[in-house]
Nanobody
Framework: QVHVVESGGGLVQAGGSLRLSCAAS????????MGWFRQAPGKERDFVAA???????SYADSVKGRFTISRDNAKNMVYLQMNSLKPEDTAIYYC???????????????????WGQGTQVTVSS
């Protein structure tokens, strides 16, 4: 069992930045693929970014060049640095964890076994 907790959401003006944090516990963090997803009102949960436990990353096209995923295996943490935020980035952001092979980057929500409760990000225009 893995316990996942997100933090760092909030209200920011367009063009601003936020950093989301995600703590995972209950299993060796270094063996977990980690991902960020988001869900806007009335929409499906979409992939944002993911990192393998070796550090390989993948991003949705809509956030490439603006968002950066990183992980600190020593602290059992994964982060999502969000820059140049846009109103369309407004959503609940979820962190997810999945036991996976070292190099595997998991981008599909159905592959993740463990989810946090989500943190709200609101970008005002």
């Amino acid at each position: 069992q893995v316990h996942v907790v997100e933090s760092g959401g909030g209200l920011v003006q367009a063009g601003g930045s936020l950093r989301l944090s995600c703590a995972a516990s209950g299993r060796t963090f270094a063996w977990l693929a980690m991902g960020w997803f988001r869900q806007a009102p009335g929409k499906e949960r979409d992939f944002v970014a993911a990192a393998s436990w070796s550090g390989r990353t993948s991003y949705a096209d809509s956030v490439k060049g603006r968002f950066t995923i990183s992980r600190d295996n020593a602290k059992n943490m994964v982060y999502l640095q969000m820059n140049s935020l846009k109103p369309e980035d407004t959503a609940i952001y979820y962190c997810a964890a999945d036991p996976a092979p070292r190099e595997k980057v998991v981008v599909t929500s159905t592959e993740y076994d463990y989810w946090g409760q989500g943190t709200q990000v609101t970008v005002s225009s």
